[in-house]
């Protein structure tokens, strides 16, 4: 649906005129349409038009522009077939359905698209009456029946009116939106007092990809304002009709909530914008037997109250939003959603609609099984989109899950034995899939070993998919499908949904599998696990974006640029600029400690030596202060001995698997008290190594021990294997760039405003090379080398003492 101002006027559809004047009816996502069916209905389409016969005519164009309260609404569509025979015209809608809804009447949707093009014909030949027919067809049998229907001229203008009436308070959204909201945003002035260095150059960069449909990358450090310096730009170009809607995409909640003030900022400033965040379904969720601890599919009328009569009431529920305001947060949505009885999270989705920003995860755009098919299935209209992507260093390894699958035989034998054997249909389709693993588990045999416990391992890896297993798999989809259909009670239920949601995710990705994908069987004690393992996404990078007229991605961390411009599917016309710090590089203190390897097999014997460093980095000032570590072991160790040494200073010791609780207890342990001296001792990679602000005296020095490469690892080593084949980078791509962003992000956690200053301490003998000498930020020109831990005390303590 858009609006045409310079006409005054409404585009759209006939299906979506009638989909939106005929909202009603229940959220029920327990019966799936696979791409399968609705090919399948399509044929019948086919088929029955070309059976038509001679008066038969097919895909008849068909519209109509009329005027009401104002507004002209021009709607068109194409009508399955017209009849002309005997003098008379007859309007023909096919429709395919499912056998329950063959022996209903037409529904009042059908009805409704058949009466659009019967009157559109009407107002063309100028008739004083017509015929209309649907057509119903059974999907299961292929049956046939008619519905005929006779109506005049007049008795179809003024059902059309009514229809248009119902429609009407969206298309007045939409006109005030596109005539006051969108160009208010076009001038709208920046929302802070001045800018800071290299926001100029972020704000003209962003706006120049948007208008000239570019991807940009933006290395931008700690400080340069990047989420308001991204977003301003791009509500200008929405304002100036570059774009028509901004999504603003990040992989944390904290990152959501600073593009929700920034965003907010805005607003106050002038750009009058809505703006919609997005939370996950599981995180809103209100039904009340989910509540109660029900498990499985219970998005349907029959398990949750807010599922049954959605339609009914979702609409009233948007506009009471939007009378409410500019800005909508998890909270008010629930609220809202509460007091109308809807869906909180279905409730967002439609908001976001009618919304000029919407601040989401990645997974709403990218992710093959969750994205958004309203706005970027091959079925949606499309729009001017613009992904706005934060901390775009993490997209990489998220784009690589989203597009890898597991399936392991646990899943299907834990549930087969909980199958009945009268269960005859279901029980043979388990049967025939755990087969399907067992065959699967005899291409290892050549690299099957028993470890020391007794338990064999063994792997296989190909280039190709196994299709016996992908035809077993199928098989079982459809199987599975319908025994749930058939069995709404069984006890099975909540389990096999479960399991059917994983193998739909599994033969989902398989549809993307080509040269960039593996495929490997893992055999681990009596379990068999098969990966589609995604390698490389830079192609399905590459053709998402094209979803968007432009996508700006931006990050402290996106070194080296050609990495990050080829994984993340940037291609060859992608513009990278990396910004200087808008901070007094005197204010920062780094310092290399070359002399000390912390490779796996020299860690145990150099952990009285990384005390020392620590107690070197520390012994100037005291105050707060994070030492980061390539592991739990590591970590664990060395926190004993400096404690063991140095039992009067205060230490912090990250503890696995912390819940969000125990993290935030351990972030509020680094307090603004000036002369005490505390030591956190945390993981490099892990939860304490990004997206953490501590500004002012609450961190003045991280210490790093390592390069923070990743875990050796099949994965890791297949990526490395593809990438040398590829471009002769393959340890880069798979570890060494990967840990140094890893790196780069635990040392942004020290300077984060114009007064901090404190000190990054790198320790290991690879920070004296080349290779990483380079990867070193712009900000880092004046490190300094230390040779043993008392040039290393002096070289803080200098720093110290000239601040």
């Not at 101002?5 to 005929?22: F, I, K, M, P, Q």
């Not at 620590?614 to 994070?626: D, H, R, T």
């Not at 993290?663 to 892990?686: A, N, T």
Request: glycine share 8%.
């Amino acid at each position: 649906m858009k609006y045409i101002s310079n006409t005054c006027s409404v585009e759209l559809s006939v299906g979506e005129l009638c989909s939106r004047a005929y909202l009603g009816g229940d959220i029920d996502s327990r019966f799936f349409t696979s791409s399968a069916s609705a090919g399948a209905g399509a044929d019948i389409h086919r088929r029955l038009q070309r059976e038509g016969g001679l008066f038969y005519s097919a895909e008849v164009s068909l519209s109509n522009t009329c005027v009401y309260g104002g507004i002209y609404y021009t709607v068109s569509g194409r009508a399955d077939g017209v009849i002309r025979k005997d003098g008379g015209y007859t309007v023909d809608e096919i429709k395919t359905v499912r056998p329950f809804d063959f022996m209903l009447p037409p529904r009042e949707i059908f009805l409704a698209q058949m009466k659009c093009y019967a009157y559109f014909l009407v107002c063309r030949e100028e008739l004083a009456s017509v015929r209309g027919r649907i057509t119903y067809v059974n999907s299961e049998n292929e049956k046939i029946k008619y519905y005929d229907y006779e109506y005049t001229a007049d008795e179809l203008r003024a059902w059309y009116m009514g229809l248009i009436a119902k429609i009407s308070r969206t298309a007045s959204f939409m006109k005030h939106r596109t005539e006051e909201a969108l160009p208010s945003a076009e001038n709208a002035v920046f929302p802070y007092g001045e800018l800071r260095e290299g926001q100029e150059i972020m704000i003209r960069e962003c706006y120049s990809a948007i208008k000239n449909g570019k991807r940009l990358f933006v290395q931008a450090p700690t400080g340069t304002g990047k989420t308001i310096s991204s977003m301003y730009p791009a509500a200008r170009a929405l304002g100036a009709g570059y774009a028509d809607k901004i999504f603003y995409l990040t992989a944390k909640s904290s990152t959501r909530r600073e593009a929700y003030s920034a965003a907010k900022k805005m607003f106050e400033a002038g750009a009058r914008l809505r703006t919609v965040v997005i939370t996950a379904k599981e995180q809103t969720c209100l039904c009340s037997a989910r509540g109660m601890g029900k498990k499985g599919n219970l998005c349907n009328p029959a398990d949750c109250e807010f599922a049954a009569g959605y339609y009914d009431r979702s609409e009233n529920a948007v506009f009471e939003l939007l009378s409410r305001g500019n800005g909508f947060t998890r909270q008010m949505i629930k609220e809202t959603a509460l007091k109308h009885r809807v869906c909180p999270y279905e409730l967002s989705l439609d908001l976001s609609e009618y919304c000029d920003i919407v601040i989401c995860d990645y997974n709403y755009v990218f992710d093959p099984t969750v994205y958004f098919r309203r706005y970027f299935s091959d079925t949606s209209e499309g729009g001017k989109y613009v992904f706005l992507l934060d901390e775009a260093h993490n997209l990489a390894d998220r784009a690589r899950d989203m597009y890898s699958a597991v399936l392991k035989s646990s899943f299907f034998e834990r549930l087969y034995a909980r199958i009945d054997a009268s269960d005859g249909e279901i029980d043979e389709s388990f049967e025939k899939m755990i087969r399907a693993f067992r065959a699967l588990r005899k291409l290892c045999r050549g690299d099957i070993v028993k470890t020391a416990d007794g338990e064999e391992r063994g792997f296989y890896i190909n280039s190709s998919l196994p299709m016996n297993f992908q035809s077993e798999l199928e098989i079982f989809k459809r199987k599975a499908d319908a025994y749930i259909k058939k069995n709404a009670d069984s006890p099975l239920k909540a389990s096999l949904e479960e399991l059917i949601s994983e193998v739909r995710r599994y033969l989902t990705i398989s549809d993307f599998f080509d040269e960039r994908f593996l495929f490997y069987t893992e055999i681990s004690g009596g379990d068999i696990a098969v990966k589609i393992y995604c390698l490389d996404p830079s192609h399905i990078m590459d053709v998402i974006q094209n979803r968007a007229v432009a996508a700006v991605f931006f990050s402290a961390t996106l070194t080296p640029s050609d990495y990050f411009t080829d994984v993340l599917g940037g291609g060859k016309d992608s513009v990278y600029v990396s910004l200087p710090s808008p901070f007094d590089s005197d204010k920062l203190c780094v310092a290399v400690v070359p002399y000390l390897s912390t490779r796996y097999e020299d860690r145990k014997k150099n952990a009285s030596r990384y005390v020392s460093v620590i107690a070197a980095s520390v012994v100037s000032k005291p105050g707060n202060y994070i030492v980061y570590f390539p592991s739990y072991e590591v970590m664990e160790n060395v926190a004993a001995a400096f404690s063991k040494k140095y039992p009067d200073v205060k230490t912090i010791v990250q503890k696995r698997d912390m819940p969000q609780s125990e993290r935030e207890e351990f972030l509020d342990s680094f307090k603004e008290d000036e002369g005490k001296l505390r030591i956190g001792f945390c993981v490099l990679g892990g939860s304490f190594a990004e997206g953490v602000d501590l500004p002012g005296s609450r961190l003045i020095g991280t210490v790093i021990f390592g390069v923070g490469l990743p875990g050796l690892s099949n994965e890791n080593n297949i990526i490395r294997d593809y990438f040398e084949l590829k471009n002769g980078c393959g340890y880069d791509y798979a570890y060494t760039f990967n840990g140094m962003n890893r790196v780069l992000q635990a040392a942004g956690r020290v300077i984060r405003s114009d007064e901090d200053k404190g000190v990054v301490v790198l320790v290991d003998d690879r920070y004296d090379t080349e290779k990483y000498r380079e990867m070193f930020p712009e900000h880092w020109k004046k490190v300094r080398y230390a040779g043993n831990a008392a040039s290393l005390a002096e070289i803080v303590r200098d720093f110290w003492n000239k601040s």
